[in-house]
């Protein structure tokens, strides 16, 4: 019968002694379910003998797989409700050593504690019919009170020490997350990075990453074509497909919502504000900010947080507008002439109000502690709210020069379906003026260097 286990080509039939006994034919409808190893032989074997009441002295012997099994079960400890003795060394001697005993809850004796002639035998070498025990509690269920100690007490002590011990070492693990990637080749410079960069990256915070790196709205193109006409129009058409499995999986009936996620960031622009709109807040998000002069994804352990009210808005009016002008300037102050020549008019006589989200020395490094990026978050949320709820803007004009994670939760906090139209502008190098890419409403994104207009649900 091993033989044929191993082979594949053993069978087993389990039914109810009244359905054999009345049985005269074998029945289609009866299930065989597969015999594929030699243990299940043995316990096939031990389970017959029991019921018909051939066992008899002691079953077969506990193994080395199952005794280590029962062992990580108890965490070394003795696994009588509320003892807990460490059983992996003994007191006052030098060479490590195990005192524990392997006790069985159905003994492997059909005349033993707890034995009978079903079981004992069929169990003998079962883990989850075996306790680890001190001596005394050892003896005080086999010797001194097994009448009081029936098989279904002892197998809730052993179910809950054993989840017990689980709960204990899984809090030692990190919260797990799952990373995600908005990266694009930028001024002719490719952008790429090995996992194991962003998996330090994580690893610093104390979390750690799941398997397999998610690439949202990645961008390969060799070259950097911004500067030319139609760019965005064939930019959303490109990647239309990324876009609307961004929005799919981000839907509140995906299960997405339910990982926690670390977002690194560095793309264009419009499509870091476009992927934090999509993504909101609903859910735990951690977002990182690439370090050039460190090279590295991982928070400086070294640097202190920015004094508060290192970040401000320039002015907030209170009168209503129509149109803003909302610019980010962290990284570079925004010359006034780089300013879409569309706006410039509007803007020198006062009827485009301009609120600049600023920072008295303006660098790269801006955020360089995720602090700093709370302490913008504060600041550009304050912002939006007074342009929306104060102002009552129907269209806003956003231009960043700022870090890649100010960008992308900026974008974060346009609550869908209820904030105005943004219009985001973008320039392929200092040398250009800003030009409008997207045009992201309440409920899709469109794109405005084409005559025919392109628009993406975001629904």
Partial sequence: MKKLATRGLL?????????????????????????????????????????????????????????????????????????????????????????????????????????????????????ENIMLMCDAHHRLID???????????????????????RDYLDSLAFPRTRAATLHANLAHVPTYFHDSELIDAILATGCAMLPGVIHYVRRKAPRDDRNTPGFWSQYLRDHEGDIRQLVAGFSAASGALTENLAVFPLHHI????????????????????????????????????????TFSVSTMPQARASEVLITIELSAAIDEDAIPPALQPDLAVGRLPWLRITTPDPDSDCIAHPDDLDQFMQVARRTINHVQDVMRARKVHLIAISSASTVFRFGQMLQPGHHPEYILYDRAGREYPFVPAFSITGHDVSALDSERPFSISLR
Wanted: aromatic share 8%; with cysteine.
């Fill in 11 to 127: 069978q087993c039939l389990e039914l109810p002694l009244q359905t054999l006994q009345d049985a005269h034919v074998a029945d289609p409808g009866w299930t065989y379910s597969q015999v594929s190893s030699k243990p299940a032989v043995d316990t096939l074997i031990a389970t017959r003998d029991g019921l018909l009441g051939r066992t008899a002295g002691r079953g077969p012997e506990i193994t080395d797989k199952t005794a280590q099994k029962v062992w990580a079960d108890a965490g070394g400890r003795c696994m009588f409700a509320g003892c807990g003795e460490d059983l992996t060394e003994i007191p006052l001697w030098t060479r490590t050593a195990r005192i524990g005993y392997l006790a069985h809850i159905i003994a492997s004796d059909p005349q033993g504690p707890r034995g009978n002639q079903q079981d004992s035998h069929r169990l003998a070498n079962n883990p």
């Fill in 143 to 165: 010797s001194f009170a097994p009448d009081d100690y029936k098989p279904h007490i002892l197998y809730e002590m052993r179910r809950t020490h054993r989840d017990m011990v």
């Fill in 270 to 309: 419009p499509t870091m504000v476009l992927a934090g709109r999509i993504m909101g807040e609903a859910q735990a998000i951690q977002v990182f900010q690439y370090s050039r002069s460190r090279r590295t994804w991982a928070w400086n352990p070294n640097v202190a947080p920015k004094p508060v009210g």
